[in-house]
């Protein structure tokens, strides 16, 4: 089933009716849905016989800059069964003030258990509080970890634990063109 045809099934059978179908030239088409709907919309692709999407192939963040400033959670489904794709998107906007506040949406972990690993993951580098998780909690950072470093106006503090973040700048490396441990062969046709 291609993805237009989903988005209309989806609106023919939930009754939701702001779905935006963006068709894109230089990546994925991907279907940007309400985040209030995103949990009653994930069981019926998993669950309707025409749409089957029993696997959740990645889940991850991207902000973006702009007006207004946006989080996305982008969500790429698969079809084993039907063998066909979707990328689902969620637009979050964030607020210059309160952003940890705001940046709340529903889990799908119940609808696909491994999507639980992968919230935690966005949580961790963009800030994204997933309602519902059976397990929230940090996954790559430790749990005194300040701040969300996937967030492009993230500071980076020049401690943690008392141990110093400040990197030094590497020396640029030369290696002579005369270094015996480079061998160029050239070859001449003719």
Not at 12 to 36: F, K, M
Request: with cysteine; aromatic share 10%; net charge negative.
């Amino acid at each position: 089933m291609q993805p237009e045809h989903i988005r209309k099934r989806l609106e023919e059978a939930l009754g939701i009716t702001d779905l935006v179908w963006t068709a894109s030239l230089h990546g994925d088409s991907y279907l940007v849905v309400p985040t209030e709907e995103l949990r009653r919309i994930a069981f019926f692709l998993k669950e309707d016989p025409q749409c089957a999407f029993d696997t959740l192939m990645s889940l991850s963040g991207v902000h973006q800059l702009g007006e207004p400033e946006l989080l996305e959670v982008v969500y790429h489904l698969y079809s084993i069964r039907l063998r066909h794709r979707l990328v689902v998107k969620v637009n979050l906007e964030r607020p210059l003030a309160l952003s940890h506040f705001y940046l709340r949406m529903n889990s799908v972990s119940e609808v696909w258990p491994g999507a639980g690993w992968l919230e935690r993951e966005v949580y961790d580098m963009f800030g994204v509080h997933f309602v519902g998780h059976k397990d929230f909690r940090r996954l790559l950072l430790p749990p005194d970890w300040q701040g969300h470093p996937l967030l492009k106006d993230y500071q980076e503090s020049k401690a943690y634990r008392n141990i110093s973040t400040i990197r030094e700048k590497a020396a640029p490396t030369e290696i002579a063109p005369d270094d015996p441990r480079i061998s160029v062969k050239m070859s001449t046709s003719s």
